[in-house]
């Protein structure tokens, strides 16, 4: 199994631009969540979703955030417009039931 | 809401010396998990504790869920400097069906060679 798969890698872009991260979960798991990961803040909960249905995106910061999941196998994040606050490493993670995450590389986000 | 906090936040160590991270939850806790982060990584799922005073053992690191379900430690005997990295507790809480994990700020652990 290639674990999960999250791209870009890097992410540069200028303030006020549209901004999309996309995962592909592994295989089999029926739940996948959205973190991101600052210094100050560490590592927060943007959303998840279960069987593909979004369950809690009370840690969405903003209404310039969204995230869907169209079927068990992609997930979206997008950003717009960005900011240079939204600069951080965005995680995708999944799991099954709650057992173990599985994060991937992360994307590495740099809103100038 | 809950909340899941990690102390210390820093630890250096020399090599050999042992550590220790302690994680508390403002609620009651189904489970807990560790992670471990090495820099510039992604964090790495290493157990899940379960039950009321749990104790379970990985070589070196020995992780303990308390009587409470409320808290949690992890140890480090003999440290090596592959143990370099940020360890994170998680917790899972809230209502059946909609329960997720809430991870600690972290312990960043230094090691001198």
């Known amino acids: 199994d290639a674990g999960v798969i999250q791209s870009p890698r890097h992410e540069v872009t200028e303030m006020g631009q549209e901004v999309t991260l996309r995962c592909k979960p592994i295989s089999g798991h029926n739940s996948l969540f959205w973190y991101r990961q600052t210094m100050m803040r560490g590592l927060e909960l943007l959303i998840y979703?279960?069987?593909?249905?979004?369950?809690?995106d009370s840690g969405m910061p903003e209404d310039r955030f969204s995230a869907k999941m169209p079927n068990a196998s992609f997930s979206t994040l997008k950003i717009q417009p960005s900011e240079p606050r939204d600069s951080a490493v965005y995680f995708c993670?999944?799991?099954?039931?709650?057992?173990?995450?599985?994060f991937g590389s992360g994307t590495r986000l740099t809103v100038v | 809401g809950q909340q899941v906090m990690q102390i210390p936040q820093y630890q250096h160590v020399q090599e050999g010396e042992d550590f220790t991270t302690y994680c508390n939850s403002s609620?009651?806790?189904?489970?807990i998990q560790w992670y471990k982060q090495r820099p510039g990584g992604h964090p790495v799922f290493l157990i899940q504790?379960?039950?009321?005073?749990e104790v379970k053992k990985q070589k070196r690191l020995t992780f303990q869920f308390g009587e409470a379900k409320k808290n949690s430690s992890l140890h480090i005997t003999a440290t090596q400097t592959t143990d370099v990295g940020t360890y994170f507790c998680a917790g899972v809480g809230g209502i059946q069906g909609a329960q997720k994990l809430v991870f600690g700020q972290g312990t960043r652990l230094t090691i001198n060679p």
């Open positions: 979703f279960n069987n593909n249905v979004p369950i809690d």
């Open positions: 993670a999944s799991s099954f039931s709650n057992y173990g995450y599985t």
């Open positions: 609620t009651t806790l189904s489970n």
């Open positions: 504790l379960v039950k009321s005073g």
